[in-house]
């Protein structure tokens, strides 16, 4: 997985965006939102033609999982 640092504060939270690229050009995406010293990474079905759309995707979905309360 990749990571260019575009780790979001979100409450007590933060989210971390994370890509990989297979060998058929396509991105996949998953995020690391970490509180304290423990993190949890979830990984998403979706592809991207870019890593640019798998960032903001992740993002998008780290964000929401904070702020709807998804992770108790």
């Known amino acids: 997985m990749n990571n260019k640092q575009y780790a979001e504060r ?10 990989q690229t297979s060998e058929s050009g396509l991105v996949s995406a998953a995020v690391s ?3 304290g010293v423990y993190d949890r990474v979830f990984s998403f079905i979706s592809q991207f033609d870019n ?3 798998a ?11 904070v702020l709807s309360d998804q992770l108790n």
Do not use: Q
């Not at 979100?10 to 890509?19: K, R, S």
């Not at 960032?55 to 999982?65: F, I, N, P």
């Open 33 to 35: 939102i970490r509180r």
């Open 51 to 53: 890593a640019t759309a």
């Open 10 to 19: 979100v409450g007590n939270y933060v989210v971390t965006p994370l890509t």
């Open 55 to 65: 960032t903001r995707y992740a993002l998008k979905e780290g964000r929401s999982m």
